[in-house]
């Protein structure tokens, strides 16, 4: 999914810059989107564990910041 | 790309929404159920830490959420300043907060 994407197929049309239409990214965008809400989950689940207050701590959020920077080196690995 | 969608791509863009926000669901009530319901089921209502529990646990999952979603579309306008434009018009549209 981010190496490569399903616009690089085709080739592309004679019309200048106009790139993808928005029904050839929509797969793409799900899979993004999709993404995007495991990310959330897993770190969620390996960030916050503790439910004695109702707002995310600071330790909670630099976790999740964290989580997500690696998340997404692993992928770009 | 146009800013603009027409009708068919937005309802397109909608189902994703929906889409997303189903699996959303999904994925907050099966950590939370973890993370709160204790494995012992001698009783079938909530006790009232269960209950608290859950109610904290939503909030903190929504608000894990909505970070991830700020946070990848700044990574991603940054990649992509052609996006910039858009994001004047319409900040985070699809991965915004649901709330």
Request: hydrophobic share 30%; proline share 3%; glycine share 4%.
């Amino acid at each position: 999914m981010l190496w490569g994407r399903s616009s690089d197929k085709k080739q592309a049309a004679p019309v200048a810059s106009e790139g993808p239409s928005f029904e050839d990214q929509l797969p793409t965008l799900r899979e993004f989107l999709r993404e995007y809400n495991r990310i959330a989950e897993v770190c969620f689940n390996d960030c916050v564990n503790d439910f004695t207050g109702r707002t995310t701590t600071t330790s909670e959020i630099s976790c999740v910041n964290n989580c997500l920077e690696k998340f997404l080196k692993v992928t770009q690995r | 790309m146009s800013n603009e969608l027409n009708s068919n791509q937005l309802q397109a863009a909608g189902e994703l929404e929906i889409e997303m926000m189903q699996d959303l669901y999904k994925r907050m009530t099966t950590a939370c159920h973890k993370k709160c319901v204790i494995p012992r089921y001698k009783d079938s209502e909530l006790t009232k830490g269960e209950s608290v529990c859950i109610d904290r646990c939503v909030a903190k999952y929504m608000d894990v959420h909505d970070r991830i979603g700020k946070h990848l579309t700044t990574m991603t306008l940054q990649q992509q300043p052609s996006l910039q434009t858009q994001q004047a018009n319409d900040p985070s549209r699809v991965v915004g907060s649901y709330k």
